[in-house]
């Protein structure tokens, strides 16, 4: 059986073959037990496209798809259906903003409701941190947790990076460290960093597969075509997705 809590949501994720009341049985229970979780529904469907939207299916506790979740000091409200948030990622997301150093300008790409972007400018000393989102419900949100988390060092722009990055470029705009937490698609959108990185800065750059080698590869590669000298500072295996997938983390320093 496979759970997140998220506040006062719980997803639950069944094997096949379990009958529905069974499940409702299961969820009741940890109403129940959790006195915080006030909404108890069923993953449905597999997370889905460039933004990993998911299907839910209502099984006990109020009908409800928003919610209110803490985490590292900082509040979250989202559209659990819209918007992708994993609050497995917590570790991950505290272990990044521990590395940001004082008046450090930093970019979040795919940034989503903010977790990443939010964490880093109340929990670091960042100077500004610039956070790019596609999707329009989640940038919605993300604006509204910057204002729950009353916070005036962030700058949100909605839309896609391969847009919004070069007019970075044009305008001079650099970073000294780059979160690349990306959906599981081909496009590793390292062309994009590395037109935005400054010289000795840090790139925190997320991939899926079996084999991290093939993934350091790509990275070399990409560092190779777009002319920059890269130096690999850490691999770290960020959690399990399916069976043998993981998701992978690369800290890279560029030159």
Not at 12 to 38: R, T
Not at 56 to 74: M, P, Q, S, V
Not at 164 to 187: A, G, H, Q, T, V
């Amino acid at each position: 059986m496979v759970y997140d809590i998220i506040g006062n949501i719980v997803i639950l994720k069944f094997p096949e073959g379990i009958k529905k009341s069974e499940k409702i049985n299961f969820a009741k229970k940890i109403l129940n037990e959790k006195k915080s979780v006030k909404t108890i529904v069923e993953k449905s469907d597999k997370v889905k496209g460039r933004l990993r939207t998911i299907k839910t299916r209502h099984l006990a506790g109020k009908r409800n798809l928003i919610a209110e979740y803490f985490e590292n000091n900082c509040r979250f409200k989202f559209n659990i259906e819209t918007c992708y948030f994993s609050p497995r990622l917590s570790n991950e997301r505290k272990e990044i903003f521990s590395q940001v150093k004082k008046n450090e300008r930093v970019l979040v790409m795919f940034a989503g409701v903010g977790p990443y972007s939010i964490e880093i400018a109340k929990n670091s000393k960042a100077k500004e941190v610039y956070s790019i989102e596609l999707g329009k419900e989640c940038s919605k949100y993300a604006s509204e947790n910057v204002k729950l988390n009353k916070l005036n060092n962030i700058k949100l722009f909605q839309g896609d990076v391969k847009k919004i990055i070069p007019k970075f470029f044009k305008e001079k705009i650099k970073f000294d460290r780059i979160i690349m937490p990306r959906p599981n698609l081909k496009d590793s959108f390292l062309k994009e960093a590395f037109l935005v990185i400054k010289n000795n800065g840090n790139i925190h750059y997320y991939a899926f597969g079996k084999d991290q080698e093939k993934i350091l590869k790509l990275i070399k590669n990409q560092a190779k075509k777009y002319r920059k000298k890269i130096k690999i500072l850490k691999v770290k295996k960020a959690g399990e997705i399916a069976p043998y997938k993981f998701r992978w983390r690369i800290d890279l320093k560029v030159y």
